[in-house]
């Protein structure tokens, strides 16, 4: 097994979204068609689904780079088609469940 995918299995941030007490499956939500095309750099995918902890529900959306190469890649997500954010003055936060990095956005795109 390699480091990289020892580091996700051992990832508990990601081990705490996918066994979380809802039980829910995360559903596809941008690059769901599976047709990526490395040379055009679109090989991300992104899944959504509600999780609750004992006192607070979150919505999580887990935003997968498919290229091996490891390369950065930046992601959009609309917070307001995506039913997070009502209005583009909405606020929330997101965390990076790789570096626990925690940052507040608006619900415009």
Do not use: R
């Amino acid at each position: 097994m390699s480091f990289a995918s020892e580091a996700v299995l051992k990832n508990q941030a990601l081990i705490d979204v996918n066994q979380n007490a809802v039980g829910k499956q995360a559903q596809c939500t941008q690059g769901c068609d599976y047709s990526f095309n490395m040379n055009a750099g679109n090989t991300t995918q992104s899944f959504q689904t509600t999780i609750q902890t004992n006192s607070e529900a979150y919505v999580v959306v887990v935003a997968v780079n498919w290229d091996d190469a490891m390369t950065a890649s930046s992601f959009t997500y609309n917070l307001i088609d995506n039913n997070i954010a009502f209005t583009k003055y909405d606020s929330c936060s997101t965390t990076d469940l790789w570096t626990g990095e925690v940052t507040t956005h608006s619900g415009a795109p």
